[in-house]
């Protein structure tokens, strides 16, 4: 009762919005883009409401054929045969309606900074550090994604110690939001000679891309240093001032990038990843606030949980989070990815359910 109380409201708001888009002055006005975009978002609701309502009409149509008496019996049996297809179609659209039903998470549909950095494990982390950097590489060329590589600090043996890139494309951080936390790595190291099995970890970050109307930042909130970049080792890979370090005051979050040659450039991707965190932050603290209603949820966004863990001699891979076991590590490492980024989402969308339903 309660669900079909709040599809009427949807369903006289999505009429207001449509005959208010029609008139002249919402057209020319500063308010269009907004009603435009909540007229959007109302589209897949409504037009599934309507679907489901026009199901249940069609089924209660046939109800009534088979309680006539005064029918055919050919025709009853006929309305018995429709009644039972219609109703097998009623929990998957009821399913699609409660989905469609769910709070929008407003960052899924944008771009993303992607940081992967070593963690316990010297070397071997690095290495491990490398192999889950082109892993998401090989994912975003799968999904047609731009893949451009921010910053690189490698180590003396082709390891990365933190590597940076920014992912463009269609829902991008929708489908990447729940690779954050920590990865563990459960192998036998190329440097090892004994061949014992070590296990070392890196940290995965994905933060939503951020735009100026996003996140404002103030100049007089900002500390920018300039300095020659450095190579491996500390060699001076630059003779111009060229590396950028912006430190946010307020927060003290440090962003530094030193890969292009020109200041500028540097500096224009400094504050790209600088606004994508304070924007994450901003995200974590209103999510802080409301995840006690949802202990459930798949993405606590806790960066220092450990959420998965890649065994390369058994050739499996384990989230931790849903339990989900894959012996396709092999397959995973190149990118195919989708079975668990699919298997993480049902399950966070299982919980969202569960939650609207106790609520």
Do not use: C
Not at 42 to 50: D, G
Not at 138 to 155: I, N, P
Not at 317 to 336: C, F, P, Q, V, W
């Amino acid at each position: 009762m309660k669900l079909d109380y709040k599809l009427d409201q949807l369903i006289r708001r999505h009429k207001e919005l449509s005959d208010a888009m029609m008139r002249p002055d919402v057209a020319s006005g500063g308010d269009y883009g907004k009603l435009s975009k909540e007229l959007s978002d109302l589209n897949p609701v409504v037009e599934t409401a309507m679907a489901l309502k026009q199901l249940k009409a069609e089924i209660a149509d046939a109800e009534a054929l088979i309680k006539d008496k005064s029918s055919d019996a050919d025709m009853r049996s006929l309305a018995e045969e429709e009644r039972e297809q219609l109703m097998q179609l009623v929990p998957k659209m009821e399913k699609d309606l409660q989905l469609a039903l769910l709070p929008k998470d407003e960052a899924d549909e944008k771009n993303a900074i992607l940081e992967v950095r070593a963690g316990t494990g010297g070397e071997e982390a690095a290495l491990f550090a490398m192999s889950l950097f082109r892993m998401y590489q090989r994912y975003a060329e799968r999904k047609g994604w731009k893949f451009e590589v921010m910053e690189v600090s490698e180590t003396g043996l082709g390891g990365y110690k933190e590597a940076t890139a920014n992912i463009t494309g269609k829902n991008v951080f929708a489908r990447l939001k729940f690779e954050s936390g920590v990865h563990r790595v459960q192998r036998v190291p190329e440097t090892e000679s004994g061949g014992r099995i070590h296990t070392s970890a890196a940290t995965v970050a994905v933060l939503p891309e951020a735009e100026e109307v996003d996140i404002k930042i103030e100049d007089k909130d900002l500390r920018i240093d300039v300095f020659r970049a450095s190579g491996p080792g500390g060699q001076s890979v630059n003779t111009t001032d060229s590396a950028v370090r912006i430190v946010h005051i307020p927060t003290g979050v440090t962003v530094q990038q030193q890969d292009e040659k020109s200041q500028h450039k540097n500096k224009l991707k400094a504050m790209k990843i600088l606004r994508a965190r304070l924007y994450d932050a901003e995200r974590e603290k209103l999510h802080k606030e409301r995840s006690d209603s949802r202990k459930g949820q798949v993405g606590s966004g806790d960066r220092s949980e450990r959420i998965r863990t890649y065994n390369f001699p058994q050739g499996r891979i384990s989230d931790h989070r849903i339990n989900l076991t894959l012996y396709k590590l092999a397959e995973i490492m190149e990118g195919e990815l989708d079975e668990v980024v699919d298997a993480l989402t049902a399950e966070d969308q299982a919980a969202m359910l569960s939650s609207l339903a106790n609520g």
